[in-house]
């Protein structure tokens, strides 16, 4: 024989079947995801129509392939096919029957790794009634379904085809305010309080009148618990307390959320009763106990110059309000450490030299003028302590 022989029949049909059963150029098969979503539905359906009221148990067997469908929607190719499948339309039908927890955020996070991708976060963000049940998602009570919520709302306004809508639909709906404010206020999820500061922090990033709103919308009556509801700086204050001993990038986060509030005049509050005192005496001892310390290798600042820059630029913007607080002793702790007989004493130590100063000012340049001006006055003054230090 000149060649191999062929294959038998079935097993030539068989691997031609497994190629047009494919995603794409994936391995995973179409037939079985429709059989998945199939089941999916009547699962739901069956049980909203037998106990509409009662909580809803998710089979072992069913979640483990509903997780599957969520890990696969992370390739490219599946997200597509599940968006032609209509899976948009499902996943929304079964969030509104759903009384899951488990089962509501396994669909959330299937959207969320749909929404990955321009092209199908586009065809899903244009799904209104969709957008409306996710925003209202935000005032559920099961933190992992928060949380899916919040990374796929994120991934939407962070895409800049879809932002623009999504940001319209957050204004619109004036829940996504006080939803935030209370996750923020009272969660110790961390994971929550991390991607729930992503979130606020773009949406500060890209819409300031957005923030001005939500400033302008403080609470100032008690809800419907009688409780006293925070202020949005209180609610961001809070966040970052929860997360400091826990993640620093998150305080990051928290602290970059409270910078863009001092943009605005009213952004911090700094009347007597505001939370201007707090938020100051917060970040300072953030930057005093938790970083800049005396043992720290220079690669340590390094790491820590982004939550550096957020920390001071906050207390820059708050410094000018101390007058308005009710003690200003209390509140200058972290001013009095850089006054000027502190100054004298860490030249004394052998801490500060004529020499750092020199470094530290030029590698403000060139792009800080106006701070290496103020660095140049600030340096002028202190000559007379360099001076000493060197008589000594």
Known sequence: MDRNPSPPPETADGEEDEVLDAIGDTVYSKHWLFSTLTRLIHMVTEHSEEDSEGQMQLPDDDEEDLCRVWDMAMDKDVA??????????????VIAKSRCPRLTEICVGILGNIACFPDTCLALSQNGDLGAVLLLLLGDTDPPTLLETSRLLLTCVSQKDVCSLWLQRIRQQTSVHPNLCFIMCSSTNTDLLEKVGELVEKLFDLDEELMKSWIAAQPSEEDDDGESRLDLASCLLEAAKQLRPESPNGLEVFLHALQLLTTIDEGIPAAPDGPGKAVWDFV?????????????????LQEQKSILVQAFSVLQALYRCQDQWPSKSDTSKFSNSFSFDTVADLVKEGFLTEKTCLIAAGSLLPNFKTSVSAFSKWFNKCKKTFQYKHEE
């Not at 597509?80 to 996943?91: C, H, M, R, V």
């Not at 930057?287 to 005396?294: A, F, G, H, I, S």
């Open 80 to 93: 597509g096919f599940l968006q032609e499948f209509k899976a948009t339309d499902i996943l929304l039908g």
């Open 284 to 300: 300072c001892e953030v930057v005093c106990e938790d970083l800049c310390q005396p043992n720290d290798l220079p690669v340590v």
